[in-house]
């Protein structure tokens, strides 16, 4: 598989911003997420993921239309009488943000990065949980060290996720797998968990991935955040290009003038984009697509106001 790490010839990228110390991207960071914040908010964060965090109440004797789904078997055999588990809706949520910190997230041939528009996003989820009262942390999947922020509340934590993203450096292959099965073990309570990640590194063992995403799914509230950018999906009639091999090593040179090299580029990217859609569809994981040629908060708002109508239309 050819990963886009660097854009050597052919359209030219547009100048990036200086990069910042993390503390000061950080801070900008949480200036530039204030309007996405009141977007998300206004877009329904919280009516969104409303009762994926519960926590138990009591058993009671069952009542005609109860959800039979909630039947304790056990008090049911022991009294002979149908009894079922009520909950209650905890009145926090707890958010778990992965962030993927493979190399191929440095890529990018707009104005940032795939692992830049990854820390914005990381930054307005974690500062409009931290407007809500929720607790929010952060695992960085990195092959040579994973690390995790436990989940706390307040605009410090926030500040720390935002700066833990920022800090995260791509480096190596995805460690994305690892930190999952970790988060399987390590989460206690149902969580909120967004995996963000270009997702190019679920094509080595499909199966696996689809397995883990479901038993995830199954215990808490799994949303996958795909970040693309646009040559990787479509190789323009341009070039040549150089790219590097990530995963085979090594340097490719690719004519986006042929005709028959933008079919099989194109044709490659379509087959791996529908194979993470049916990867994503089976596991019943939601998607929000972003690009670094796009905006951070309108696939969110999108997400948050779909899911709220969602959850209205069946209360």
Not at 170 to 188: D, M, N, V, Y
Request: proline letters at 3%.
């Amino acid at each position: 598989m050819w990963s886009w790490s660097r854009f050597l010839q052919g359209e030219p990228r547009a100048e990036a911003e200086p990069r910042l110390e993390p503390g000061a991207a950080a801070r900008r960071l949480r200036i530039a997420t204030r309007r996405l914040v009141d977007a998300a908010l206004s877009g329904g964060f919280k009516s969104a993921f409303r009762g994926s965090g519960l926590e138990f109440r009591e058993v009671r004797a069952y009542a005609p239309g109860d959800d039979v789904r909630r039947i304790d078997w056990n008090v049911t055999a022991r009294t002979s009488v149908a009894h079922i588990k009520t909950y209650a809706e905890e009145r926090e949520l707890e958010v778990r943000l992965v962030l993927d910190a493979a190399r191929g997230m440095d890529f990018g041939t707009r104005a940032c990065t795939k692992g830049e528009i990854a820390a914005r996003a990381c930054a307005l989820l974690a500062f409009a949980a931290a407007r809500n009262q929720d607790k929010v942390g952060l695992t960085v999947a990195a092959l040579d060290s994973r690390r995790r922020t436990p989940c706390k509340k307040g605009l410090r934590q926030a500040l720390q996720v935002a700066r833990g993203a920022t800090e995260s450096r791509a480096g190596g292959a995805s460690a994305l797998l690892e930190a999952l099965e970790a988060e399987e073990r390590l989460l206690r309570r149902r969580s909120v968990v967004f995996v963000l990640s270009d997702f190019r590194c679920v094509h080595a063992d499909l199966p696996r991935f689809e397995r883990l995403l479901q038993r995830l799914n199954r215990r808490h509230d799994v949303v996958a955040v795909r970040i693309a950018d646009p040559l990787e999906l479509e190789l323009p009639e341009a070039g040549p290009f150089v790219v590097d091999d990530l995963d085979g090593g090594g340097r490719h040179e690719i004519d986006g003038r042929s005709r028959a090299a933008r079919a099989a580029w194109n044709d490659s990217a379509r087959r791996k984009r529908a194979a993470e859609d049916l990867l994503f569809a089976k596991a019943r994981v939601e998607v929000v697509d972003l690009s670094t040629a796009g905006d951070v908060e309108v696939p969110f708002v999108a997400l948050f106001r779909r899911r709220a109508a969602g959850k209205a239309g069946r209360a």
